[in-house]
C-alpha cells in the first residue's frame, strides 16, 4: 500500500508537468524483501532486497521508470541503470508508535523490560544505548501489518518506524513521538523517493529530472557517498543526519556496534554554494552515488560526495572499520 501510494505522488507530479502524457501504473510486484517476512532483513543479504525483481522490468522495457524509497537502493546501482529523480524529502527522523495502552508516553517513561519492536540494527543499536531498561526484538512485514501486530497483540509495547512512511499512509496522528537525531540518527537516504530509469534513456531521464529537488539531492548524496565508502548497509549500524543551510552542508555520520556500547560519531562540512553551469556535453550522464542530476550544479554535487567519503575515511581512521567487521560477524551468526 505505501509503495502504491508513494508511485501514485510521483506520477501525480508526472502529470501536472506533462498533461499531455498519459502515465499508466502498469505493474505492482512483489519483491524478494516483500516475500521473506520471517527473517530479519539484515540476514536475508541485502543486495537489491526491494529492487531486483523492478529493475528486471525495466531492462525488459516492461516499465519506463520504477519508484522506489531511495534507502532501500544499494549505493551502486546495476550497469545500465541510474536515479533520474530524488524527490524532496519527507521528514527524514524515526518514530515511535505506541501500544494503545501506552499512549501519552515516550520511551524513557516505559517500564523497565518493555519489549520495543524495530527490523533495523541501526535503530536499535542507538536505543539499546540510550535506553538499556528496554528490551528490542525484530519485528517484519509492511506498515499495515506491523501496527496490527502491534495493536492487536501484547508482544510489544511499542514499535520503530520511519516518520515518512506513517506520514505518506495519513497515520500521522499514531506518531506518540519524534526521535531527534540527538535520540537516534536515521538511515541514509529515508524520507526520499528515489526514480529508477534507463541510464541511456535521454527522453524519460529528461522527463522525470524536473522532480529533483536539489537540496534533498545534495544531502542524499553525501549520505550515499559515505555509506558506499564504509561499504555499510542493512546487516551493520550506519547512520547519518544531514543539514543544508546557506550554502553550507553538514553530515554527521556514525557507526556501532550491534549492542551500541562501542560506536564513532562525527560531523563534517562543505560548502554546495556554486551556480548551476551550462554543463551540456560529455557530461551528460555523470552519476554521483547512483544518481543523475543534470539541474543541479555539478560542482556542488562533486562538493557533496566528497564530504561523504571524506568523513567515512576519518570515521576509518578511527577504528570503523573492526566496529563493522564485528557487527557483521555478530549478525551473521545470530
Request: with cysteine.
Amino acid at each position: 500500500q505505501l509503495a502504491r501510494i508513494q508511485t501514485d505522488s510521483v506520477v501525480e507530479m508526472l502529470r501536472e508537468l506533462h498533461p499531455d502524457l498519459c502515465f499508466e501504473i502498469a505493474v505492482a510486484m512483489s519483491t524478494t524483501g516483500d516475500k521473506i517476512l520471517d527473517t530479519a532483513l539484515s540476514k536475508i543479504g541485502e543486495k537489491s532486497l526491494f529492487t531486483k525483481e523492478l529493475e528486471n522490468a525495466l531492462e525488459r522495457n516492461e516499465v519506463d521508470l520504477v519508484v522506489h524509497s531511495l534507502k532501500d537502493l544499494p549505493t551502486s546501482l546495476p550497469p545500465g541503470f541510474t536515479i533520474g529523480a530524488v524527490c524532496k524529502r519527507e521528514n527524514p527522523l524515526d518514530a515511535v508508535v505506541f501500544h494503545p495502552k501506552n499512549c501519552g508516553k515516550t520511551l524513557s517513561l516505559l517500564p523497565e523490560k518493555s519489549v520495543i519492536g524495530t527490523s533495523s540494527l541501526r535503530r536499535a543499536a542507538q536505543l539499546k544505548k540510550k535506553f538499556p531498561q528496554l528490551e528490542f526484538r525484530d519485528i517484519r512485514g509492511n506498515l499495515n501489518t506491523r501496527l496490527k501486530k502491534l495493536d492487536e497483540k501484547e508482544d510489544f509495547s511499542a514499535i520503530i518506524l520511519a516518520a515518512a512512511g506513517l506520514k505518506r499512509m495519513g497515520w500521522e496522528n499514531r506518531i506518540g513521538q519524534l526521535l531527534s537525531p540527538e535520540d537516534c540518527l536515521y538511515a541514509v537516504g529515508q524520507g526520499a523517493l528515489a526514480v529508477e530509469v534507463r541510464a541511456k534513456d535521454q527522453e524519460i531521464l529528461n522527463m522525470v529530472s524536473a522532480l529533483h529537488d536539489a537540496d534533498t539531492v545534495l544531502c542524499c548524496i553525501a549520505e550515499r557517498a559515505f555509506m558506499k565508502r564504509l561499504e555499510g548497509g542493512c546487516s551493520v549500524p550506519v547512520a547519518v543526519n544531514t543539514v543544508l543551510k546557506d550554502g553550507q552542508l553538514y553530515l554527521t555520520g556514525a557507526v556501532y556496534s550491534l549492542d551500541g556500547s562501542d560506536s564513532l560519531r562525527e560531523t563534517m562540512q562543505t560548502s554546495v554554494h556554486y551556480p548551476q553551469q551550462n554543463e551540456d556535453g560529455p557530461n551528460d550522464d555523470v552519476q554521483h552515488v547512483g544518481i543523475t542530476a543534470k539541474n543541479v550544479p555539478g560542482q556542488a554535487q562533486e562538493a557533496a560526495e566528497n564530504l561523504g567519503a571524506e568523513l567515512a575515511s576519518l570515521l576509518l581512521s578511527k577504528g570503523a572499520k573492526h566496529i563493522l567487521s564485528v557487527a557483521r560477524q555478530l549478525n551473521d551468526a545470530r
